[in-house]
């Protein structure tokens, strides 16, 4: 790899830019890709490596090119330290997403009830500010607190979270959107938000409801096909 090259692509990590880098087999010319100069071709193998997080070789009109992904890590920003966070963390590390448990609460967001994760007990609107949730990240709001959740979904309706979740019944949800178009985001911006979190599988326990939120993690980060949650009217019954 050229000097050159090797700082391209340190700089694209840095800025946590998912990038590919290609080697052309067998004579071993590179490049970083997504390029607008590239051929088609190459950069939609590209982006599909970059889908799947799978590197390998591809064959693209009758070359090979092995194509290494270079995602930035997957993370989960759970607001609200409770029981489905405790099952949750287990779930979500153990499908390779970096897990940090936010709430002010100390009581709730210690070390005793979350070994080995990492925990900001600042308030959602300072986390989330320093966290900077990207492309790679998901968002899920389990306090039923306003003062808590709304911020967190303030912020991360502002980014590029590929997913938002926030538990609570149609009702809570109902009156979470009104306080949300009340900061000013639109109905287009707040349906990003699954909610009632998680997929629907009568889960009634803690450890069925984290079950059903990273089932749907995946599938929203996999483009699997999903039954549309019905809009509730943002003016609360």
């Not at 500010?129 to 968002?139: N, Q, W």
């Not at 039923?144 to 019944?169: C, E, N, T």
């Not at 149609?170 to 306080?179: D, G, I, N």
Request: aromatic share 4%; with cysteine; net charge neutral.
């Amino acid at each position: 790899m050229t000097p050159d090259l090797l700082a391209a692509l340190e700089k694209a990590r840095a800025a946590k830019q998912p990038i590919v880098l290609a080697t052309q087999l067998p004579g071993g010319e590179q490049c970083l890709l997504p390029d607008p100069g590239a051929p088609a071709a190459v950069n939609e193998a590209a982006r599909a490596v970059l889908e799947s997080d799978v590197s390998g070789t591809h064959k693209i009109d009758g070359v090979d090119w092995f194509m290494h992904a270079y995602n930035p890590p997957l993370r989960l920003v759970i607001v609200g330290a409770v029981h489905i966070a405790q099952a949750l963390v287990q779930f979500s590390t153990s499908c390779g997403y970096a897990t940090t448990v936010v709430d002010p609460r100390r009581s709730f967001a210690s070390d005793e009830r979350f070994p080995n994760v990492t925990i900001s007990t600042e308030w959602p609107d300072e986390a989330m500010e320093a966290f900077k949730p990207d492309s790679r990240t998901a968002v899920v709001t389990l306090t039923h607190d306003p003062k808590l959740d709304d911020p967190a979904l303030d912020r991360a309706l502002k980014s590029g979270a590929f997913y938002i979740g926030a538990l609570g019944s149609r009702r809570t949800h109902a009156a979470r959107l009104k306080r949300l178009s009340d900061l000013g985001h639109t109905e287009e911006a707040m349906s990003r938000i699954r909610g009632p979190v998680g997929l629907n599988i009568e889960a009634v326990t803690a450890p069925e409801i984290a079950a059903s939120i990273i089932s749907e993690i995946i599938a929203v980060r996999r483009g699997a096909p999903l039954p549309p949650k019905s809009a509730p009217k943002t003016t609360p019954p």
